[in-house]
Each structure stands twice: as structure tokens, then as C-alpha cells.
């Protein structure tokens, strides 16, 4: 009930973590995203091998920029109890008028839209590729955001575009691929 009262204000955060290879071996990364609630626009605000304190500090001045930050508008942040989310970074939050609003412990469900994003982008795009250093990780996760807000149906939305033109009916049924393939895209061209 309060996320349908407050759609158009309400934004919810998480990790989640990638193995990556690398020079030194397999490396777990940590990705922090951002998802509007009422839109599903997703931001990845970051990636790194050990986040920590000052680097939240970052991503909270980045998310809470004037002229481009995510969270512009925004008044409240679903979080889980995750110790990186610190004390000095939910203070910054609330300095900018967004309310930090922190979720029970072992409770993924309160955060269902965050957690749903997590599931499409792992078992559509990272679950099936091996990213060879954190270039590659980028460039991956770079292509999925593009092929989410762009390409792919929103069943929640009605099945519609996040972004992208509007369906044309006559033409010919083209295929705009993705990651060699992984990822496919089809739509009628220009008639």
C-alpha cells in the first residue's frame, strides 16, 4: 500500500555480487543499482572489488547530484540492513530530503522490484557469460541496462517499452543482437 501511494518518489537499492576473472584469478565484484519504482529505470550507481565507506560516500554524492543525480526528486530509498549502507551515508541521504527506509532483516521480499532485477539481469545476461576482467563486466552489464530499458517487455507495465519507439505494425521483422546473441531484440523495421 505505501509503495503504490508513493510511485512516483520512491526508489529502492541493492548489491549484488559477479565472479570475475582476472589476471590474479577469480574476483567477486560488488554492483549497487538504483531502481525508480514507478518507471523501473535502473541506474547502476557503481562497481568495485571492496566497497566500503568512502566509496558509498561517492556513490551518495553521485546519486544525490542537482542537476543529474538519480535520486532528483525522490523522497524515499528502500535499503536492506546491508552494513555498507553506513551511518554517515544514510545521513547524507536525509540531508537532501530522501528518507533511507530500512527494511527488516532477512526480509528480500520488501524490496520485491530491486530483488526482481537482480533475477533478470543474473539469469538473462550474467549467469551466461564468464566476464574476463571488470572492463568486460562493465561492458555486459552496459548492454543488458540498454536491452532492459529499451528492448525488453515489462510484464508489471503492461508489456510495454521502458524507453524506445513506439511499435510499428508493417515492415519487415528485424533482430538487434546483443552480446553476440545473448541478448535479442525483434521489432518490424521502417515499412
Known sequence: TFIKAHLGV???MDFFTVEVVTALGLVRYHVLFVI???SRM???VGVARDPGGEWMKQMGRNLLDADDGFLHGKRYLILDRDPLYTKEFRQML???GVEPLLLPARSPNLNAYAERFVLSIKSECLDRIVPL????L???IGEYLDHYHGERNHQGLDNVLLTGPPANENG???RRERLGGLLNYY???AA
Open 138 to 140: 562493465r561492458r555486459a
Open 133 to 136: 576482467g571488470e572492463g568486460h
Open 42 to 44: 535502473v541506474e547502476v
Open 36 to 38: 525508480d519504482i514507478g
Open 172 to 174: 519487415r521483422v528485424q
Open 187 to 189: 521489432y518490424r523495421g
Open 94 to 96: 536525509r540531508g537532501a
Open 10 to 12: 520512491i526508489a529502492g
